[in-house]
Nanobody
């Protein structure tokens, strides 16, 4: 059983930064693509960023390009989402997800999910 846990969300002012962490148990992490999704209040969960199992390939939704950076440390079963120049519209619960095979922008393709961490950006 793979467990995924997100951490280091919080409250930050607009223009500030946060670095989210995703920890995964088991041997699945190093061979799995990883993604971050977010769900704002009253809205559907949406794709934010993804990274291949090797870390060589990344993909971002347009609204976070140039501001967010996804990365991973397979030796320690950890993934990260560095978020800079945060905006109030970035406020959401952020979820980490894993899947075998190539990364995907569709949440239906991911089999392992964390409970999420709240990010709140004040104006």
């Amino acid at each position: 059983q793979v467990q995924v846990v997100e951490s280091w969300g919080g409250l930050v002012q607009a223009g500030g930064s946060l670095r989210l962490s995703c920890s995964a148990s088991g041997r699945t992490f190093s061979g799995a693509a990883m993604a971050w999704f977010r769900q704002a209040p009253g809205k559907e969960r949406r794709f934010v960023a993804a990274i291949s199992w090797s870390g060589r390939s990344t993909y971002y939704t347009d609204s976070v390009k140039g501001r967010f950076t996804i990365s991973r440390d397979n030796a320690n079963n950890k993934g990260y989402l560095q978020m800079n120049s945060l905006k109030p519209e970035d406020t959401a619960v952020y979820h980490c997800a894993l899947r075998s095979g190539p990364y995907s922008v569709s949440e239906r393709d991911y089999g392992y999910w964390g409970q999420g961490t709240q990010v709140t950006v004040s104006s």
